[in-house]
């Protein structure tokens, strides 16, 4: 069987299939209500193809990818044609071919995740669906009363208590849509801005070559909300200037994993973080982006006192005058990313517009100016590449949230159905003396680990779903809880030994990765204290609330881990670095509750 993504004929063919992709989550928001056993197993077709037959480098993988695409399709267009019979069942199988379809479906979500991300995740979802199964044999308060094989697959797949439950709902009618919208943005001249507004700003500074790595991966992760994606796209660019301008290879590849991984923390997307945050708190997304600004606000800010530290220990100078953007660049390209971000914002909070109808509102204006460039030539080969790029790169992107998304909910399924969550609750519980610190530092344990294994919007799904109700009922809360959970998971970034951001980084450059983390580690420790910031301070996250009280708390974060960072990096001798690390630790957590 040939490889359908060779070829003219196999180009055009998935460029018809992103193309169709990209229309319909887009039609889904102007088209208004749809049943959600519609759009939702709908989505899981749309993604089926792109992640089981685009880009194998196997005849197997071609033909069990064909197949599995094949039935899983047929499994989820099935579910969205007899939608209104199957509500009708409160998600209980009245057949041997349902029960087929519904194994047929699960098993294609653990083997998309897998082909996505690799095994850990697929296994943990696989654990949980055979805890649902057998779970009544296990002795003690871990076991459950058992559920009737026909419910449980039933509500795992043709309900809305599983794979096609609200996690899904979010990835279909939100992370979707702002993943298109930073696509379009991408493939037009919006990443040039972004590299152009930061050489402007910091290019003639001590250290400027670096400066510009952190504001422009700022803005590019603000919409890409990829640490990876972020250090290949701007990496290219930052790493050989830093190169060129005698920077420690280690340093130039420390800064650009440090800096692409804040992306995440960033709003608007946030690693499409944020929009799994709105369905499991219930806090409005425009809330969520508020809270979540001053942190990584403060977490750009920290890199920035590091790099200046690192300046001084290697007399790193800014970027020469010639290489450094006009004027007249940096208004036109910068007009690429202001057009469309303006229109997001005037959407969501000049119009009222939710902020699906904004971002696709959003996404019509980006794509208006892929018709030009910075030159104002009117390049038909050009603007027809520039379309191609934003519907091939959103559609990958779309399909490996889903698969990830699908993935997660089968687990959050589970611990609904059994009732686990609860009992690992009960467990952080005891196992922390019902005592917030301790509780706080399992959790942020279990987040380390488990963001080594899985991306970081699947590590913060789990790790919220069973340690959150733990933290809110020692008093956090719920949005705090969540965001100490999301920061965490991102750990894994930059730490050792996963640490994606690092590797890619590394590799760019050429050096050791192992001395890119640890540079990395210093660089980045933000990473490790905003969260814990968060529940000293928690004023920093009432922004929209008390504004005064959030700059206050911004503030006194800012001073201490200034100190902590100056300390890790320019402090020479081990007790003037005790000394600044003790005392901005002090300032940290001087307004500790328990």
Request: proline fraction near 7%.
């Given at each position: 069987m040939p490889n359908i993504s060779n070829g003219r004929i196999g180009a055009a063919l998935w460029l018809v299939l992103a193309a169709a992709l990209v229309t319909y989550h887009l039609a889904l928001i102007f088209s208004g209500l749809v049943?959600?056993?519609?759009?939702?197993?709908?989505?899981?077709?749309?993604?089926?193809?792109?992640?089981?037959?685009?880009?194998?480098?196997?005849?197997?993988?071609?033909?069990?990818?064909?197949?599995?695409?094949?039935?899983?399709?047929?499994?989820?267009?099935?579910i969205a044609i007899n939608h209104d019979r199957l509500g009708d069942q409160y998600g209980f199988l009245e057949s041997n071919t349902q029960i087929a379809i519904a194994v047929t479906l699960l098993v294609v979500t653990l083997e998309a995740a897998r082909r996505a991300i690799g095994w850990p995740l697929p296994l943990v979802a696989a654990a949980a669906l055979l805890y649902g199964l057998f779970g009544q044999h296990i002795p003690g308060q871990f076991g459950h009363s058992g559920t009737p094989i026909a419910s449980f697959l039933g509500t795992m797949t043709i309900a809305e208590g599983g794979i096609f439950g609200s996690l899904t709902g979010v990835s279909v009618g939100v992370v979707a849509i702002f993943v298109i919208f930073g696509a379009v943005l991408n493939a037009g001249e919006a990443g040039q801005g972004f590299m152009n507004v930061a050489g402007a700003a910091a290019g003639r500074l001590k250290g400027g070559g670096a400066k510009v790595s952190v504001i422009s991966s700022a803005l590019f992760g603000s919409i890409s909300g990829s640490a990876s994606a972020n250090v290949a796209s701007t990496g290219a660019i930052t790493l050989p200037a830093m190169t060129k301008l005698g920077y420690p290879k280690r340093l130039a590849a420390a800064v650009e994993?440090?800096?692409?991984?804040?992306?995440?923390?960033?709003?608007?997307?946030?690693?499409?973080?944020a929009f799994v945050m709105v369905e499991l708190t219930g806090v409005p997304y425009t809330s969520i982006m508020a809270a979540a600004v001053l942190p990584a606000v403060l977490y750009f800010f920290a890199v920035w006192v590091g790099i200046n530290a690192y300046a001084t220990r290697f007399d790193l100078k800014g970027v020469d005058e010639a290489d450094q953007p006009t004027g007249r660049d940096v208004v036109i390209t910068s007009l690429f990313f202001l057009v469309p971000f303006s229109?997001?914002?005037?959407?969501?909070?000049?119009?009222?517009?939710?902020?699906?109808?904004?971002a696709a509102l959003a996404i019509v204006a980006g794509a208006s100016l892929l018709f030009f460039n910075a030159d104002f030539d009117f390049r038909p080969a050009q603007i027809a590449e520039r379309f191609q790029s934003a519907v091939m790169s959103a559609a990958r992107q779309v399909s490996m949230i889903a698969?990830?998304?699908?993935?997660?909910?089968?687990i959050i399924g589970v611990l609904a159905i059994t009732g686990l969550g609860v009992k690992i609750t009960s467990l952080i519980l005891e196992g922390s003396g019902g005592l917030l610190w301790p509780s706080l530092l399992l959790t942020a344990l279990a987040c380390l680990l488990l963001g080594m294994e899985v991306p970081t919007t699947a590590a913060y799904v789990i790790c919220v779903s069973v340690a959150g109700p733990a933290l809110i009922q020692l008093g956090l809360e719920p949005l705090q809880a969540h965001l100490f959970v999301f920061w965490f998971a991102l750990l894994s970034t930059i730490t050792p030994p996963v640490c994606g951001a690092v590797f890619i980084a590394a590799g760019m450059i050429g050096e050791n990765w192992l001395k890119v983390a640890l540079t990395a580690m210093a660089l980045g420790v933000g990473l490790y204290l905003i969260p814990l910031g968060m529940i000293a301070n928690p004023d920093i996250i009432r922004l929209a609330q008390n504004p005064a009280l959030a700059i206050i708390a911004m503030l006194r974060l800012a001073f201490g881990l200034a100190l902590v960072s100056y300390g890790l990096i320019s402090a020479r001798k081990i007790f003037k670095t005790a000394v600044l690390v003790g005392a901005g630790l002090a300032v940290i957590f001087s307004g500790i509750y328990i």
């Open positions: 049943p959600n056993l519609v759009s939702r197993p709908l989505h899981m077709a749309f993604i089926l193809p792109f992640v089981f037959m685009l880009g194998n480098k196997s005849r197997w993988a071609t033909i069990s990818g064909t197949v599995l695409a094949a039935m899983g399709m047929a499994a989820a267009i099935w994993a440090v800096a692409s991984s804040g992306g995440q923390v960033m709003p608007p997307l946030m690693g499409a973080g229109v997001l914002l005037w959407a969501m909070f000049g119009a009222g517009f939710t902020p699906q109808y904004a698969a990830i998304i699908l993935c997660a909910s089968i």
